[in-house]
Structures are given as structure tokens and as C-alpha cells.
């Protein structure tokens, strides 16, 4: 494929060559990028905090993110489930939405009690120049809650600038919390959204090496841990892309130090384990890090066998929405036989291309912030058995005939931790083990 000239140095083929790739741009306009707008990226983080109230001033069109956006489980309160806009229309446009978002804030209120609401600007108050701060304000004095705006206007570039905001948002709460009995050896898991319940197994890992787990941030996440967050000893950072922010914050704020991990894998579930266990320096947490350890492998390993033995061999393409999961996709992956034969994401910086470069194989595409026309092209060069992605993947993947794997929002199955591992390996047999394949175009004419 011949790459349209601005977009050639976001791609690179690993090689004999030095590295050089060019990331961290606003997407190419009429590249159709597969990231999202700056309001979406601040829903996803914000999202999955169960018990407050989240509402988008802006039209209904922008309240398409918020109903089930993502798969984030709750243990207790669904508030987070139910979809609120201010549906600004024509005449709220040329008059102003104030007045309506001041109504609609104090009627949901009253009526769901929460524990704290959100409210979402999108870019039509961005050019009409609501004053959400003042709105916001004020009714904070009135309700005896806190009412955060998070201000995701399009204007500031993409998804991440909405990361960026919906940090900001938490750190208001951050602080106001009393932080007495909690234990030295604790943390905050920082970037997991809870997807298909993965945080309460990572919570349960925590438990057994003997820390104490302050704060989700924000999977199935509540307002009063969120508060005290700035109490625990260390925050764990696994999406970095969206939560380094708020632990650059709390360490400059609050003096906590951070510590970036992935849950995806063996080799980087184990290894964020002993970090954490080495972190603390406390010689039980670490010799019940290595009893959990040895106890899940030795159950996960016998069981993965069978599936290396069926997949060795076979190729994948990875595209996902931060590049912490493509590293530990790349090792899961090699962990199974599979070679990889590209792999990228929206939001990668260069020092994680570069060190993606360095694990992959020749030849290998790394790509940043592509488009469907180059995914499709790349896939159609380098025919692979299964493609991992998100949402908007899928359907290139099953036009060309090739297996999919959701790794991103809509996914229902666990896929970090030890046990995620099994998970990821069943579904990545399933679908390329299928016998749909057989009848496709492309399987044909190979």
C-alpha cells in the first residue's frame, strides 16, 4: 500500500534499520482514525465510577457513549449504567444551556441520590460558552455533594487530551477523604475499568500477598474511596495512557510514588506481582507473592499446553487503544507459538514503540494511530489467522476473513490475570480453530 505522504512516519517495519516512527500527533483530518473524540476518552475513565451521577451537557448525539459503553461491572450501585443528557437543542444553542443544565442536575439529584456527579461538556458548549464551572459551582452549594465538571470540549486534540480531563476531574475528589487505619503496605489500582471483572481478581491477588487496596481508579470505583486515594502508599499504574496523569498529581501533590504494570500475560502478571511485593520490601508480602505465584502456574501452565501445541505456528495482528496491552499481547502471543506480524495503537509514545520494536521480529509493522484503509492493506500483505482489536477492528477482520479477538471495551470474557491467560488462550483457539475459515474468500484462494 502506498501511504498518503503525513502518514508515513507513523509507520515503521522493523528491521535491519534504525528505529523511527513519529507518535503522539493529532490524527491526519480525513484519515478517518480509529481513536475517539476527547469527550470519549474522558467517559471511559470516569465511566466506571458505580455510584455518581454522570451527565453529558450536549446533544443527544454525544449521549451514544453513554449507554453500556463498556463492560464495566459493579459490585454494588449501577447508577453508572443509566444514560443522562441535556439533549441541548436549536434554541439552547442560540440562547444558552445553563439554565436547562441547572434543571436537569437538581431533578436527577433528587432523584437518584448519588454520591457525587460528573458533568460532561461536549463541543457544542465549547463554541456557545456555557460557563459549566459556574453552573457546576453553584449547585455543589445547593445539593452537598461535590459536582465536578469535566471540561472535554473537541478542540484539544483527540482521546488522550480526554484522559487528560477526566484526571483533572478526579483529583478534585482526591484529598477530601479521611485516610485513618489504612495500612502502609497499600495501593490504588490505577487504568483498570473492570471490564469483565478482572479488578476483583487482581484485588484478590493483593489480598493474598497481604496489601491493602485503597482505591479502584476507576473500576467499579466509589466516590468515598476515591477521596481517601491519597492515603495509600503507592499507586499502580496499568493503562498509563489514561491514569499517568493523576499519579504525576498525587506524587507531586501528595508524595506517592507510581508504578506502571500490565495485568496481561504470565510473564507480566508475575512480574507486576513481585514488583509491587519488591516495592514494600516486607519479607512475608514477598514469600506470599511467590506461593501465589507457583500455586496459579502450576494449575495454568498444564493447561496451556495443548493449546501452544494446536496454535504454534499460526500469525496474529494486533491494533489496541493503549500500547501496555500490545507489550504483554506480543509476550502472550510468543507464549503460545503465535508470531506476530504487526501490532500498534492510538495513544503509544515513542519510548513504547521503540521497546516494542525491540520485542517483536524482523519484518514486524508498527504502526501508530492507523486508519481502516492501511489496517485493511497491512492484513491483505501479511495474511494472519487472527487479528486482536477492539469495536471498530472487528469488522475488518471478518471482511477479510480472519478470526478477531476483542480485547478492548465490548468483551465480556477476563482476560488479565493468571486465569485470563486461559481465558485469552480458549478464545484465540476457538476463533482460529474454527471452521467458518474454511468457507471465506481468502482461506479459497490460499
Known amino acids: 500500500m502506498e501511504l498518503l505522504k503525513e502518514r508515513e512516519e507513523q509507520v515503521h517495519r522493523t528491521g535491519d534499520h534504525p528505529f523511527t516512527l513519529t507518535c503522539n500527533k493529532d490524527s491526519l ?40 459503553i463498556r463492560g464495566a461491572l459493579s459490585s454494588g450501585p449501577e447508577l453508572h449504567r443509566l444514560s443522562f443528557s441535556t439533549d441541548l437543542q436549536e434554541i439552547d444553542v442560540i440562547f444558552g444551556g445553563e439554565k436547562k443544565l441547572t434543571n436537569a442536575l437538581h431533578e436527577l439529584i433528587e432523584r437518584h441520590n448519588p454520591k457525587a456527579a460528573f458533568v460532561y461538556s461536549t ?21 452537598n455533594i461535590p459536582v465536578i465538571p469535566v471540561k472535554s470540549e473537541g ?56 496489601v491493602e487496596v485503597v482505591a479502584n481508579i476507576t473500576g ?7 477521596q481517601r ?6 499507586n499502580v499504574v496499568q493503562c498509563s495512557g489514561s491514569t499517568m496523569d493523576l499519579a504525576r498529581l498525587m506524587e507531586d501533590e501528595y508524595g506517592i510514588p507510581s508504578m506502571q504494570v500490565s495485568y496481561f500475560g504470565v510473564e507480566d502478571m508475575a512480574q507486576a506481582l513481585y514488583d509491587i511485593a519488591e516495592h514494600f520490601g516486607d519479607p512475608d508480602i514477598l514469600e506470599r507473592t511467590r506461593e501465589l505465584v507457583r500455586e496459579e502456574l502450576e494449575v495454568l501452565l ?15 495482528a494486533i491494533y489496541v487503544g493503549g500500547s501496555f496491552k500490545a507489550f504483554s499481547l506480543v ?16 495513544t503509544g509514545t515513542k519510548k513504547e514503540y521503540e521497546e516494542l520494536a525491540a520485542i517483536t521480529d524482523p519484518g514486524t509493522i508498527i504502526v501508530d494511530d492507523t486508519n481502516p484503509l492501511e489496517l485493511t492493506s497491512f492484513l491483505e500483505e501479511k495474511p494472519v489467522d487472527i487479528f486482536v482489536g477492539g469495536v471498530k477492528e472487528r469488522p475488518i477482520a471478518y471482511k477479510l476473513g480472519v478470526g478477531f479477538c476483542d480485547h478492548n471495551h465490548e468483551r465480556k470474557e477476563i482476560l488479565a490475570g ?17 471452521p467458518v475459515w474454511r468457507f471465506t474468500c481468502q482461506k479459497q484462494e490460499d
Open 302 to 316: 498444564p493447561k496451556l499446553e495443548f493449546y501452544k501445541k494446536a496454535l504454534t505456528g499460526k500469525k496474529a
Open 123 to 143: 463541543c457544542i458548549v465549547g463554541i456557545i460558552g456555557d460557563d459549566l464551572e459556574a453552573v457546576c459551582r453553584q449547585v455543589e452549594k445547593e445539593v
Open 229 to 234: 486515594a491519597h492515603g495509600a502508599a503507592l
Open 29 to 68: 483530518a480525513g484519515a478517518v482514525s480509529q481513536r475517539a473524540c476527547v469527550f470519549c476518552g474522558s467517559r471511559v475513565v470516569l465511566y466506571p465510577i458505580a455510584d455518581a451521577l454522570h451527565l453529558v451537557h450536549g446533544p443527544i448525539g454525544c449521549a451514544v457513549y453513554t449507554w453500556d
Open 418 to 434: 493468571f486465569v485470563g491467560m486461559l481465558n485469552f488462550a480458549e478464545e484465540v483457539y476457538s476463533s482460529v480453530m474454527s
Open 155 to 210: 478542540f484539544k486534540g483527540n482521546k488522550r487530551a480526554g484522559y487528560t480531563a477526566a484526571c483533572t476531574a478526579m483529583a478534585r475528589l482526591i484529598g477530601t477523604g479521611d485516610t485513618s487505619g489504612i495500612s502502609k503496605y497499600s495501593l490504588n489500582i490505577l487504568g483498570d475499568f473492570n471490564l469483565a471483572g478482572e479488578i476483583w481478581i487482581i484485588r484478590e491477588y493483593f489480598e493474598r500477598m497481604g
Open 331 to 346: 509476550k502472550a502471543f510468543r507464549l503460545l507459538g503465535v508470531d506476530v506480524l504487526m501490532v500498534g495503537s492510538q
Open 220 to 226: 467499579d470505583g466509589r466516590i468515598a474511596d476515591i
